[in-house]
């Protein structure tokens, strides 16, 4: 059997259709493969075989009697541990959800699974998808498979991993303000983040409802773009012959977008994690006999420092007397950072701007300072307050060879124009760095 | 100094969130230091502006909300089979009413 680790949805189509091999073929090597690399790269905190080889004897099933097969017939999936999953255990990256087991599947996971998808396991990230570089995770740390020394970006680190370490031909994550694109980018793989709403959240662990999103991770545009239902026919000779007008645009508010953003998502992250007391999610502290002691003792042993430093904050910035000053004072400044968007786009179709201000950095390299953490997540998190779609692309590396990512924006639901372009940059080679 | 030790007890209260003395002094110093990052916020003038309570204002109801439909949910042992300590079909949490 070919390299499992540079297929791509395409080719898994032709191969199955072409008997070259069965699903359920396929989905035991890309296991094996997945389970080998996984001990240097810990992208994944857990498999799930018997799902996915029950999905692959369905797919094979529909080979056998030349049924129509789905989009992703027997596509080996990642799938990030804050999307629930039946029957398969769903940690968040947290001690305190260790042994939770969703009784029923995210709309997204049942939506894969319908178009013929075989997940492979639930990959690795920030606690309760708090983070930039994956080290927040309270089981153990993911290393970038381009350069196993450095982090892998956050939150969806195992999933950006998975998918450049050829784990999995794409994987779901998350992005809250820029969870997806940012590992993309330090991981040399393609990134999207859907419209705010485009991607069912039910089943995706709240973290900031308004900011939160589903979407996937992928070694091409065009197998990103099949995984949220969008085909790319029209090759790049199409935006040649347009040939594209490159303008300067302004974005007067970005400046105050990390205030806004980071008030904004501990507030609704202090209420999302208010839930995880003790009674219904499978942690409880084993001391203290009191019920207002088990819940503050539960809550102090199973969350991790940032998760608890992000629900002090958030909890500070909606408690009375500060609420106007911050918290509403923030849904305001978002209100004018959405509009920035909106006047620019009445000019051009699509925003160019880089995901990272630098490069994957090393592992413990930013731990000492959250400011300094937040801070790196200028380019994201604009387009995440406005709820709008984006995409981080390679567009090239370092000269020290690590992956520099490219992020393109664009108007709400116009997520098909933005495919195309990142399609037709990729296939015209990206830039010659 | 934009919030002192006894301030993080009390949010840290309100949160139902224990945390160890050495908690205390770290998220005081982390926070002073966020709450002063986030003080440029004042400078924007926001006197006409509306808070933004919803995320799509201009994608339209229609768009972005699923019909409201009568689904089937779980059973009640399903939606216990999580809990750390149930029993006859509730969730069990320690005594609260003194006899």
Known sequence: ?433 | MKITEKEVRYVADLANLSLTEEEIRRYCTDLDEILAYVEKLTEVDTSHVEPMAQVLYEAGVGSTLRSDQVRSSFSSEKALSNAPLSGAGHYKVPKVVER
């Open chain 1, 1 to 433: 059997m070919e390299d499992v680790r540079t297929l791509t949805i395409d080719r898994v189509h032709q191969g199955l259709r072409a008997r070259q091999f069965s699903a359920g073929e396929l989905a035991r090597e890309a296991l094996r493969i997945a389970e080998k690399e996984n001990g240097k790269f810990s992208s994944y905190l857990h498999f799930c075989p018997e799902r996915a080889l029950e999905a692959a004897s369905r797919v094979d099933a529909q080979i056998a009697k030349s049924e129509k097969l789905g989009e992703l017939a027997g596509v080996p999936v990642a799938v990030k541990d804050v999307i629930s999953t039946r029957s398969v255990r769903t940690t968040c990256g947290s001690r305190l959800l260790e042994n939770y087991i969703p009784p029923y599947d995210a709309t997204a996971v049942i939506r894969l699974e319908s178009e013929g998808a075989v997940i492979l396991g639930k990959t690795n990230c920030d606690e309760f998808a708090m983070g930039s570089s994956t080290e927040n995770s309270a089981f153990c740390p993911v290393r970038n498979p381009v350069a196993p020394d450095r982090v892998p970006g956050g939150s969806s680190g195992g999933s950006a991993a998975a998918v450049a370490a050829g784990q999995a031909v794409v994987a779901l994550g998350s992005d809250t303000g820029g969870s997806i694109r940012q590992p993309a980018s330090f991981c040399g793989v393609v990134g999207v983040l859907p419209t705010y709403g485009r991607v069912s959240r039910y089943g995706l662990v709240a973290f900031a409802s308004s900011l939160d999103h589903i979407g996937p991770l992928a070694r091409t545009v065009k197998d990103a773009a099949t995984v949220v239902g969008d085909r790319i026919r029209r090759g790049p000779d199409v935006f040649r012959r347009l040939g594209c007008e490159i303008r300067e645009v302004s974005l007067p508010h970005t400046d105050y977008a990390i205030a806004c953003y980071y008030i904004i998502a501990t507030a609704e992250a202090s209420s999302n994690l208010a839930r995880y007391d003790g009674v219904r999610y499978t942690f409880r502290t084993r001391r203290d006999p009191t019920l207002l002691d088990m819940y503050r003792n539960t809550r102090g042993e199973g969350f991790g420092a940032e998760v608890k430093r992000r629900i002090i904050l958030g909890t500070y910035v909606l408690s009375a007397g500060y609420y106007d000053a911050y918290y509403l004072k923030a849904q305001k400044v978002r209100a004018l950072v959405a509009r920035d968007f909106t006047e620019a786009f009445r000019s051009v179709d699509a925003i160019l701007t880089p995901v990272s201000p630098f490069p994957a950095f090393k592992l413990g390299e930013k731990m000492s300072d959250p400011l300094e953490m937040y801070l790196s997540d200028i380019y994201t998190i604009t387009g995440s307050l406005a709820g709008i779609c984006g995409i981080s692309v390679p567009c090239g590396r370092t000269s020290a060879g690590l992956p520099i990512g490219m992020q393109i924006l664009a108007k709400h639901f116009d997520e098909h124009r933005m495919l195309r372009l990142a399609h037709a940059f990729e296939t015209a080679g990206g830039f010659e760095v």
